[in-house]
């Protein structure tokens, strides 16, 4: 069976000397050693300001919400994993759908502004598959209009926009350390911020609002790692060049047999430098789409329709219409990829796919 994804693994050994050590300091979690050590870490490889470490790449979306304060309606787009949609519905504000850019699968810009209302607050966009937004336009409607930008970056551990990380833009931005991503935590996300009073806030807000042990700063959550998924962290993030380099192989043998598929792919900007977190593949319609999957399946091979449905659709948001991304989304598959995919794993899934094209 050939999943969409199978989680990294490192060193079994290097794993478990980190265990080792906290079961000597016997220091579990709320901010212990390793998740420090893990975010010095991310910080320098990354070449990043300041980053909190926290429990998922969800609560790191509420948190960011909740830090800026931010109340009303806020301009999203409808192509994303659902978490994009629902911490926003679940901070009590709401949504507004910006249809995406079909070349890009990203929020398109130019209908940003015609769909700002008076009580509009913020973007929250997201960086779809690792492809970046075009972040000088979006900063651009942000400034003019004065509103806050959040990008999920969920997917961009290792994406540069202009020769640096993609976490640096935007006031906040987030991602996720789920097993599912290419650097991963077993669970984890983080909030990432150039403002030193939003770092404040948002450090507050991971744990509980404990100003000391008596006293509190605000309403907080518990937004909080734990030293056994940093230690997972800290071992992964040794192999992560080698984890993006086998991406990069990987997705341009899928590119070098896959030319005779009628297929479109994201078309990532000239900005970008892309970690090839996914492997998306968007057919002319969703029957063809479809009729791979089924192919693909009968053969237990389980690429995932990432992300069906559009969002806009979702019964707990008012309706709007999104006809780019509902279509995109329709007839959207990403293939298997992670570490330990063969070639001739691929060799067959891309046989699979050209003589299922055929019949
Ligand atoms: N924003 C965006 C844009 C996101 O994509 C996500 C998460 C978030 C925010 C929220 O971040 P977190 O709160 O999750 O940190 C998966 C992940 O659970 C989710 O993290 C991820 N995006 C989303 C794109 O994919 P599912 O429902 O597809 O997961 P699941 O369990 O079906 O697993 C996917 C595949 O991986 C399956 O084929 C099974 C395989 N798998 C999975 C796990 C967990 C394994 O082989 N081993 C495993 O341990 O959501």
Redesign the pocket.
């Known amino acids: 069976m050939i ?5 990294y693994l490192p060193d079994k050994s290097k794993y478990i000397r980190y265990i080792d050590q906290i079961f000597e300091r016997n220091w579990l979690t709320n901010n212990g050693p390793l998740v420090n050590e893990l975010e010095l870490k991310l910080k320098e490889y990354l070449g990043l300001k300041h980053l909190l470490y926290t429990s ?6 509420q948190m960011a919400i909740k830090a800026l304060d931010l109340k009303g309606t806020i301009i999203t787009t409808p192509f ?2 659902v ?2 949609t629902s ?1 926003i519905v679940w901070e009590g504000l709401k949504p507004i759908f910006v249809d995406i850019d079909e070349s890009t699968c990203n929020i398109d810009p130019s209908k940003i502004e015609a769909s700002i209302q008076d009580d509009t607050c913020a973007i929250l966009a ?1 960086h ?1 598959f690792g492809n970046p937004c075009d972040i000088d336009a979006i900063q651009k409607i942000a400034s003019k209009h004065d509103l806050k930008v959040i990008y ?1 970056a ?2 961009c551990f290792g994406t540069k926009y202009k020769g640096r990380s993609v976490f640096e833009f935007g006031d906040i931005s ?1 991602t ?6 290419l650097f991963h935590t077993v ?3 983080a909030v990432i911020t150039k403002a030193p009073d939003l770092l404040k806030r948002m450090a507050y807000l991971r744990n509980f609002g404990h100003d000391g042990p008596e006293k509190f700063n605000g309403v907080g959550v518990n937004g909080k790692n734990s030293e056994f998924h940093a230690a997972m962290g800290l071992a992964n993030l040794d192999d992560i060049e080698e984890i993006l380099l086998r991406r990069r192989q990987q997705c341009d043998y899928y590119d070098s047999k896959l030319g005779k598929l009628k297929i479109a792919k994201p078309i990532i900007g000239d900005s970008a430098e892309f970690n090839f977190a996914y492997y998306p593949i968007i057919f002319e319609s969703e029957e063809i789409c479809i009729k791979m999957k089924d192919g693909l399946e009968d053969r237990r091979v ?1 690429p ?1 329709r ?2 069906y449905p559009s969002l806009s659709s979702l019964d707990y948001v008012e309706h709007q219409t999104t006809p780019i991304s509902d279509s995109i989304a329709s007839r959207i598959l990403c293939l298997p990829l992670y570490h330990t995919l063969s070639k001739e794993e691929q060799d067959m899934i891309i046989r699979i796919l050209l003589r299922t094209q055929n019949y």
């Open positions: 999943l969409v994804t199978k989680p998922n790449g969800t609560i790191a979306i994303s994993y978490a994009t911490s997201t779809c999920d969920a997917h987030t996720s350390f789920h097993a599912t991503k669970e984890g996300g389980f995932r990432y992300f």
